[in-house]
């Protein structure tokens, strides 16, 4: 693996999240590894999980850590071929990503999907740019499509949680937010949750439909009560549409509440954080004991780490 930009870069997905779950009964095993290494993290958005637990498993490795954000302190990028760069734009990727790479052995890159026009946010033109002119291994931390340490966190999440005997029933179902917010977290949630043993059910208002290339196959529920039913995970986020692309709604009857929780069967509430409380969630739910949202964002650490380890290991030969 040279690069991890998405959840098709993980060649095994058991033997990853079995090997992420060893690493975290013992975070410093490999704490020699990334030894006089260095990893930027580049961010065009905000963060807090990614950000610190990005981190945290570098840190975990011996690696020295460099952190920017772009917004308000980066030049603004330009990414097109042969642009006149008379406009906004400073600095183009070509040589950003090349001067970056000298600095460091390793990069990480957050940058959002901008909801202005879909194929320009699936072309994903940012990270590919930084992947074609850096030369050193490119870490994916939420793309404009996709998050691929969200989902394997996930992964790992509910491995650990899972009905031991049980190919569990998981549910990702829309809940409703103020914002338009990118289709990432769900895009990567589908493509890892279509490769785990588990009944795999989509619920969202119509309109909301995914990218049928993500989905497949996945069957889709409008009604999100009888979706819930026998559930063992409920795993929330708010996307806004892709068909008519960038528009959300405020659909409050949406909202996950005790008495549909109770639909389930005892299942564990999910979100990749952060939420809305009362808005996407009850308090009712997200402080119950069947939330497992904060034991999800620990896991953030022991995914990211697995991969730098992996990169690590490959750069070393
Ligand atoms: N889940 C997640 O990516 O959190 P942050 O946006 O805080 O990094």
Redesign the pocket.
């Known amino acids: 693996m040279n690069n991890y930009f998405s959840i098709k870069d993980i060649d095994s997905l058991d033997t990853w999240v079995n090997e992420a779950i060893e690493m975290k009964q013992n975070p410093l095993s490999n704490k020699t590894l990334g030894t006089d290494k260095t990893i930027g993290l580049l961010f065009f958005n905000?963060?807090?999980?990614?950000?610190l637990s990005t981190q945290k498993a570098a840190l975990n490795l011996g690696m020295n850590v460099i952190v920017m954000n772009f917004t308000g302190e980066g030049w603004s990028l330009e990414y097109g071929d042969g642009t006149v760069m008379n406009q906004g734009n400073s600095e183009h990727v070509k040589e950003a990503a090349q001067v970056v790479s000298q600095y460091c052995d390793v990069l990480a890159i957050?940058a959002f999907a901008k909801l202005e026009n879909r194929e320009d946010d699936y072309s994903e033109n940012v990270l590919k740019s930084f992947i074609k002119y850096a030369t050193i291994p490119v870490v994916n931390m939420?793309s404009a499509i996709g998050?691929p340490l969200?989902a394997l966190t996930d992964a790992i999440t509910i491995t650990e949680y899972k009905p031991i005997h049980n190919k569990p029933k998981i549910v990702l179902s829309w809940a409703p937010h103020p914002k338009a917010l990118p289709q990432a977290?769900a895009n990567s949630f589908v493509e890892m949750t279509k490769r785990m043993e588990a009944d795999f059910v989509i619920t969202h208002p119509v309109g909301f439909e995914l990218a049928s290339h993500i989905t497949n196959e996945v069957p889709i529920e409008y009604n999100q009560e009888k979706a819930f039913k026998d559930a063992d995970f409920i795993y929330v986020k708010n996307w806004s549409s892709y068909t008519h692309y960038g528009k959300t709604s405020q659909e409050e009857s949406w909202k996950i509440t005790e008495e549909k929780m109770k639909l389930t069967n005892n299942a564990k509430f999910m979100h990749?954080?952060?939420v809305r409380r009362n808005v996407v969630v009850d308090d009712a739910v997200i402080d119950s004991d069947n939330s497992i949202v904060i034991e999800q964002?620990n896991n953030?650490t022991y995914a990211a780490q697995l991969v730098l380890k992996k990169i690590l290991e490959k750069t070393k030969g």
Request: overall charge positive; hydrophobic content about 25%.
């Open positions: 905000p963060s807090l999980r990614t950000r957050r939420e998050h969200q977290v990749c954080l952060p964002a953030r």
